[in-house]
């Protein structure tokens, strides 16, 4: 397994600007997460010949480090907006887009949200199975596209408990039924430490070959607050325990960052600390 760390194109890494990979690398660290969640950013308002140069540019930084690129984020909003059809084609043009993007990057997991058409609390109501209709169609169309341009689409177990596609279960349930083989998923360990019967460990061994990327990050079980790990109360000896039983081959990818306006002495401090924390599951 290696390591890896969420990218965002305004983050704290960026002050260290074309050296930021070098400087990534340095610390311990394989893999990027790149952020493309924010649909109202320059990826996708600017012109997409120009930001695929931009990205192109950006990926000969990535490889010239020793870095690959092991995910990148799906176009994401909250609250969701997918309530109407419109709403809905809006989000598709965005996630094809959004492949394009991965592409060009050099990624070749995009992860993803479930569309939410009734809103976070959904399960047990006459909506429930609306939303599982939904998502089989809006899936099956996105992860056919994917699949010419090599891309795997992942999607993410969420921290929504009223949700009806939440549980890594659930997560299990609408993969098989899209059945499509670059459809997989990406276990996110906060999300599910916020449900308290389930355990990381467990959720890994059950997940198993349908598991492509991960989201790392760590809570105080109540709330979404993406922490580094062990800042919390999760239970990593026995996640990363259940990573190696299962020959995950992915990478272990922080999905959190140090804070921007810490100082050039605290950034390299931190940068090293996740790096470690990030080792130490695996390890």
């Not at 308002?45 to 020793?66: C, P, S």
């Not at 109407?84 to 492949?99: G, L, Q, T, W």
């Not at 997991?109 to 939904?134: R, S």
């Not at 997940?207 to 922490?227: E, K, Q, R, S």
């Amino acid at each position: 397994m290696k390591i890896g760390i969420e990218k965002l194109f305004n983050d704290a890494f960026t002050r260290w600007e074309d050296e930021q990979y070098e400087k990534l690398r340095g610390y311990g660290f394989e893999c990027l997460d790149i952020g493309f969640s924010n649909t109202d950013d320059w990826a996708y308002a600017e012109d997409e010949d120009a930001v695929i140069k931009k990205l192109a540019y950006e990926r000969t930084l990535i490889e010239n480090a020793g870095m690959s690129v092991s995910q990148v984020h799906g176009p994401w909003r909250f609250p969701p907006r997918d309530f109407e059809d419109a709403d809905r084609a809006e989000r598709m043009a965005k996630m094809k887009k959004c492949v394009h993007l991965c592409a060009a990057i050099g990624g070749k997991n995009m992860v993803i949200h479930p569309l939410m058409p009734f809103g976070l609390e959904d399960k047990n109501t006459e909506n429930e199975a609306k939303t599982w209709g939904i998502n089989v169609r809006f899936m099956t169309e996105l992860a056919t596209y994917a699949k010419a341009e090599g891309v795997n689409v992942c999607i993410e177990n969420m921290p929504f408990k009223e949700f009806a596609i939440s549980t890594p279960a659930e997560i299990i349930k609408i993969v098989n039924l899209v059945n499509l083989d670059n459809f997989k998923i990406c276990f996110d360990t906060g999300h599910a430490n916020l449900f308290k019967e389930l355990k990381l460990g467990d959720c890994v061994r059950e997940l198993g070959d349908m598991l492509a990327v991960l989201h790392v990050h760590d809570n105080n079980g109540i709330g979404d607050h993406h922490l580094p790990p062990y800042y919390g109360v999760a239970n990593w000896k026995e996640f990363g325990r259940a990573l190696k039983e299962i020959s995950f081959k992915g990478a272990v990818s922080l999905e959190c960052l140090p804070p921007k306006n810490v100082s050039d002495e605290a950034l390299d401090s931190l940068t090293k600390a996740y790096a470690q924390l990030a080792k130490d599951i695996i390890e």
